[in-house]
């Protein structure tokens, strides 16, 4: 039931992990499993019902959401016609979802009489119709302005909380990825580093949330160092390095270490 981001500069590799992980692009090595599926192995027949029931997906444009002659309420019924499920499901499933998001105002209306929060928040449901285990949604907010994409991240926090749905976020938008129990950075093509976060309680009963930032090494010990800490030290080329009892201390290579670890100009 995690809610997680993925962030990264264009061309970072973000949109082909998305692609992959729902099945509509094949990966040319190593192995993908989402929700107890390998996904690298899949006939055609299973990789359909995987993408019909599996994973739901939801893209930036509107406009590849939402089919613009179908209502609302028609959008969400389309995936559960296709899985055939019962019409008294479908009218049940639908009415569930809109009321859900705040749209049940919305049922009869087509995506050209929507405003572009209330579309996103259709294409949510459509997504989510066949009750996946995991969404996928690539930039849902960037085509939104910031008190729309608030209101549209809001109602992702609940479908990830009342629905027990995982929901995968590709983003640039730092409301998103700073709100999100786990945010994942890329870097050419590799996971580069990991923020944590987890809210605590303290003596007096007062909730704070602690972020905790990870590098993520390799099978062969390569780590990449988050670009903000790079830059803060100048770090460049080479560094120098120190194994202390419990950390490895990391420099910029035009300071000496001390005898304690401690860094001199």
Partial sequence: MALVAVVGASGSGKSTLLNIL???DTPSAGRVHVAGHDVTSM???????????VVGFVWQQ????LLPYLTAAENVTLP???????????RERVAELLGLLGIGHCADRRPGELSGGEQQRVALAVALANRPAVLLADEPTGELDEATSAEVFGYVRRLNAELGVTVLIVTHDELVSEHVDRT???RDG??????????????????????EEYAVLDR???LQLPGDFVGALGLRERVRLALERDHIGVWPANRETSSDG???A
Avoid at 43 to 53: A, I, T
């Fill in 22 to 24: 729902s099945g509509l």
């Fill in 43 to 53: 006939g055609r027949r299973e990789r359909v019902d995987y993408q019909r029931h």
């Fill in 62 to 65: 509107t406009a590849r959401n």
């Fill in 80 to 90: 559960l016609a296709v899985a055939r499920a019962r019409p008294a499901v479908r």
């Fill in 184 to 186: 994942v950075a890329i």
């Fill in 190 to 211: 590799r996971t580069a580093s990991e923020v944590l976060r987890r809210t605590e309680v303290d003596e007096h009963g007062a909730e704070r949330v602690v972020a």
């Fill in 220 to 222: 062969v010990g390569r």
């Fill in 262 to 264: 401690s860094a001199d």
